[in-house]
């Protein structure tokens, strides 16, 4: 069973400019969630995604923003960089609410100089 | 509002011993609590998990973790450390129903000494 896969694995981008990222959750998966790692802040949850609707967001500022596709693929796009974007993000899928552990992927490396 | 405290940034033993990997967390209701580890450049994977059930919980590769609702504490357990268990180690605490959001401690960095 193929695991949770994000494209690209790094990125280096301009201040200013948008970047999109892409998780594929694992087959069956309905629920995505995004995660930015920085080494002063930690894990920080973005926003979760259920059957296209988003469910639940984090305290970021509008410039992050997401979506889901029917068939549970995501992006998160975030545009107007700054260099404080630099993180890994991470996207994390799971069958169902709550109860059940959720399964992460390698993570997609951002950095904006 | 959930959170989870690791109160040791990191923490060093001896190859063959015992390791602990202490979680205390806050949230209102009943908790669900995972451990998850990071290897250098990589995501996160899942340990193990307390739902419901018995206190004493038991994961991937060796690693246990004792549920205490009194003391409001999950610490990761394993009888005998392996130099390869070396890593990043986070607690986290799960939303309740009708969301995923998981709240995660600041990680405790495992360093297993041969």
């Known amino acids: 069973k193929a695991g949770v896969t994000q494209t690209p694995r790094y990125l280096i981008k301009t201040r200013g400019q948008q970047v999109t990222l892409s998780c594929s959750p694992i087959s069956g998966h309905r629920s995505v969630s995004w995660y930015q790692q920085t080494p002063g802040q930690g894990l920080q949850f973005l926003f979760e995604?259920?059957?296209?609707?988003?469910?639940n967001k984090g305290n970021f500022p509008g410039r992050f923003s997401g979506r889901q596709f029917s068939n549970s693929r995501s992006e998160m796009n975030v545009s107007t960089l700054e260099l404080g974007d630099s993180a890994l993000y991470l996207c994390?899928?799971?069958?169902?609410?709550?109860?059940?552990?959720?399964?992460f992927g390698q993570g997609t490396r951002l950095t904006v100089v | 509002a959930q959170s989870v405290a690791q109160p040791e940034d990191q923490v060093n033993v001896a190859e063959g011993n015992p390791l602990t990997v202490k979680c205390t967390y806050s949230?209102?209701?009943?908790?669900?609590l995972f451990w998850y580890v990071q290897y250098p450049n990589r995501g996160l994977q899942f340990l193990l998990k307390?739902?419901?059930?018995?206190?004493l919980v038991k994961g991937s590769y060796g690693f246990e973790a004792e549920f205490n609702k009194s003391q409001t504490s999950f610490h990761l357990k394993k009888p005998s450390a392996l130099v390869s268990d070396s890593a990043l180690y986070f607690c986290?605490?799960?939303?309740?129903?009708?969301?995923?959001?998981?709240?995660f401690g600041k990680g405790t960095k495992l360093s297993v000494i041969p």
């Open positions: 995604y259920f059957s296209e609707t988003q469910r």
């Open positions: 949230v209102s209701g009943n908790p669900y």
């Open positions: 986290a605490v799960g939303s309740g129903a009708g969301s995923y959001q998981l709240t």
């Open positions: 307390y739902i419901t059930g018995d206190n």
């Open positions: 994390a899928s799971s069958f169902q609410s709550s109860g059940t552990e959720a399964f």
